[in-house]
């Protein structure tokens, strides 16, 4: 006894393999590349060589941007090592002139620090 009960069914699932086989989805290639293939035994290999030399351009692109990166890290780098000299230099007159000039800096800063902090309380406690 078959499977199918009768002929019709039999021809639908058929057909309905063949459209399967042929869609974008089975993961096949089109009618054309097969057809090819058939007539052509090394087909795949030269499709599987054309797929290795397009990851290999990949990996170098993705190489040269990775050393362009690097450099531009490095270069950041040496870019924060400077400003952090200078900072240290500027916080370092700061300190020579507070020294210099007692408790009043000290003074002026915290009286600014409450005027700003007042003035916020105020705005938004009328919001």
Not at 42 to 63: A, P, Q
Not at 70 to 86: A, C, H, K, S, V
Request: glycine share 8%; with cysteine.
């Amino acid at each position: 006894m078959s499977a199918f009960p009768n002929n019709r069914l039999r021809h639908h699932t058929a057909q309905r393999n063949d459209l399967y086989k042929n869609s974008a989805y089975s993961g096949s290639t089109s009618q054309f590349e097969d057809e090819q293939e058939d007539q052509d035994p090394n087909s795949k290999d030269y499709r599987l060589r054309g797929k290795i030399s397009m990851l290999k351009e990949v990996s170098i692109s993705i190489g040269d941007e990775i050393r362009d990166q690097n450099r531009f890290l490095e270069t950041m780098g040496q870019d924060m090592e400077g400003m952090g000299g200078r900072l240290q230099a500027t916080m370092k007159r700061f300190y020579e002139m507070w020294a210099r000039q007692g408790c009043g800096p000290f003074f002026y800063i915290t009286l600014f620090g409450l005027g700003v902090l007042t003035l916020l309380y105020f705005y938004l406690k009328m919001r």
